[in-house]
């Protein structure tokens, strides 16, 4: 009994007694786990970002201290990490940054295996396997009987991360030219744990309605409204990937220079990095398609947010650093805004 009484405490566990489902959620306040995990996530970026803020303005001596460096360390990668003063010892966790297509190629792989789960579930009538519905009903307390209709809205997530990872990986292989930028170790794997959670959150997210009926004739504004965002979006951020390379690229089309250059063209004009605002706007048409309402993916856009704007705030300073004749009224990562 104390048992019992200790889990409802910790876990917000409830029993259905009709239907033998157990929901967990975390704590008092509902959270599930999945939302819990992002939740957490996000709090760490948005700390990250004002530990930044601070530790610029603290004196010197304090920025050398070896708690400020591993903390750099860990938040700075490529050419913000360049010309930061660290340790050899910490050079020892360096992996090289043209490796970020390693988490593209995770995540399609990953995603497509997902996605042919669900459609499994959909069209045929399968069970999902009982490892990931073991998991689906720890991280978001749905039992195996709820996990037999999948909304139109894990199908389309599914479909759409699938289609941003392929995209990002052909522009990793054949479009970006890479410098010897590094980023860190842990880095490196929280980039490959972050697109395996990131799939495993579209079946795990909470829905506003119950899937009923075909998947087709499931779609709402929300989905159509997410498609029309997640297009020009990735448009967006496709371009200034295809300007970025172009720094890099002579008119002959080889590469003659791996320095970091001043960029211009496009919304380069607006923001110094076009590319993570571009991200932001993906995340929100994920989360609209995701049903407009769901707490789970609106955690995952406020993740994006804090840690975009973070490395945003890393790039733009080192713009500002190097180049003197920078745009004063260019900002950061949100035109005229930040
Ligand atoms: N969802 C997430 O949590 C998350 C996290 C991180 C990144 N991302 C996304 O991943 C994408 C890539 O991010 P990133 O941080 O790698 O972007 P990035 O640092 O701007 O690098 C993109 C490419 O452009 C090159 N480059 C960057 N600045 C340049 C300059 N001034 N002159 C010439 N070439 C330059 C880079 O080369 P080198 O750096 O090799 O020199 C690299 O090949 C972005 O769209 C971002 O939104 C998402």
């Not at 992002?38 to 803020?53: D, N, R, T």
């Not at 699938?162 to 930028?181: P, Q």
């Not at 119950?210 to 020009?232: N, Y």
Request: hydrophobic share 50%; aromatic share 14%.
């Amino acid at each position: 009994m104390y048992i019992s009484v200790l889990r409802r405490a910790v876990f917000g566990v409830t029993q259905n007694n009709n239907t033998a489902v157990q929901k967990m959620t975390w704590n008092a306040y509902g959270l599930r786990l999945i939302d819990f995990v992002w939740l957490v996530l996000s709090v760490s970026f948005f700390a990250a970002l004002w530990g930044h803020k601070i530790a610029k303005r603290l004196p010197s001596k304090y920025q050398t201290c070896c708690l400020n460096v591993l903390f750099q360390d860990l938040v700075r990668y490529g050419k913000t990490k360049q010309n930061f003063k660290r340790n050899d010892w910490l050079r020892a966790f360096d992996v090289p940054k043209r490796w970020f297509w390693h988490f593209y190629a995770t995540s399609l792989v990953w995603n497509g295996l997902l996605l042919a789960f669900s459609l499994n579930v959909a069209l045929r009538q399968h069970l999902y396997p009982k490892w990931l519905s073991g998991l689906i009903n720890v991280f978001s307390g749905s039992s195996q009987a709820e996990q037999q209709d999948p909304h139109v809205s894990t199908v389309l997530l599914q479909l759409l991360l699938l289609s941003h990872s392929l995209r990002r990986l052909a522009e990793c292989l054949c479009v970006s030219v890479f410098s010897d930028g590094v980023i860190h170790l842990l880095q490196y794997v929280f980039g490959l744990a972050y697109y395996l959670l990131l799939g495993f959150t579209a079946l795990c997210s909470d829905r506003q309605t119950k899937a009923s009926g075909p998947l087709l004739s499931q779609l709402e504004w929300c989905h159509v409204a997410g498609i029309a965002l997640f297009i020009p979006a990735s448009l967006l951020q496709h371009q200034s990937m295809v300007l970025l390379a172009g720094l890099r690229i002579g008119k002959s089309g080889r590469v003659e220079t791996l320095t970091h250059r001043m960029p211009k063209g496009g919304c380069f004009e607006l923001v110094s990095c076009p590319h993570y605002l571009a991200e932001l706007l993906i995340y929100v048409s994920l989360s609209l398609v995701a049903g407009s309402l769901s707490l789970t993916w609106w955690l995952v856009v406020l993740y994006v947010l804090f840690n975009q704007a973070l490395a945003a705030l890393l790039c733009h300073e080192h713009y500002i650093d190097k180049y003197p004749s920078y745009p004063a009224r260019r900002k950061a990562f949100i035109p005229f805004v930040m």
